[in-house]
């Protein structure tokens, strides 16, 4: 084998060497690269996690204190429930008494106005005895 050869042979087998050499470089500070950016993915995902945790421990909060609401709101409901049938009732009573209070007032219309025929029979009657002494006492 001829010496320029051999040099030539060692020149590429350098060449590709130095290319090899230069490709792990940057092979290697890509992979630096992709391991920072799942780093920054696996830290992101990590917030996500506790932000969800910290919502869902918010949201099962609120929905226990709407349960405790919604149940405090049917007890008092039901609670006026009992004081709307006591209105209900008490407009009951007061609608008897006003068709009582309605009977007795025609009835004291009723017997005042009998009352009134009569006095005023009685005034007639007195009225003409009267007239009946003084022409029997002019005589």
């Known amino acids: ?18 290319s090899i050499a230069v490709s792990v470089f940057f092979i290697i500070k890509t992979l630096k690269a992709a391991k ?17 945790e910290g919502i869902t421990s918010e949201t099962t909060l609120l929905l226990e204190k709407t349960n405790i609401l919604a149940a405090d ?37 009723r017997v005042s106005s009998e009352d009134i025929e009569r006095t005023t029979q009685a005034l007639k009657w007195a ?6 002494r003084k022409t029997n006492n002019s005589k």
């Open 36 to 52: 920072q950016t799942l780093n920054n993915i696996a830290n992101t995902a990590d917030d996500f996690e506790k932000q969800t």
């Open 127 to 132: 009225t003409a005895a009267l007239n009946l």
């Open 73 to 109: 709101f049917n007890i008092k409901s039901s609670k006026l429930d009992n004081m709307f049938n006591g209105f209900d009732e008490l407009g009951s009573i007061f609608q008897k008494l006003t068709l009582a209070l309605k009977r007795l007032s025609n009835n004291i219309t």
């Open 1 to 18: 084998m001829d010496m320029a050869l051999i040099i030539s042979l060692s020149t590429a087998v350098l060449i590709v060497a130095i």
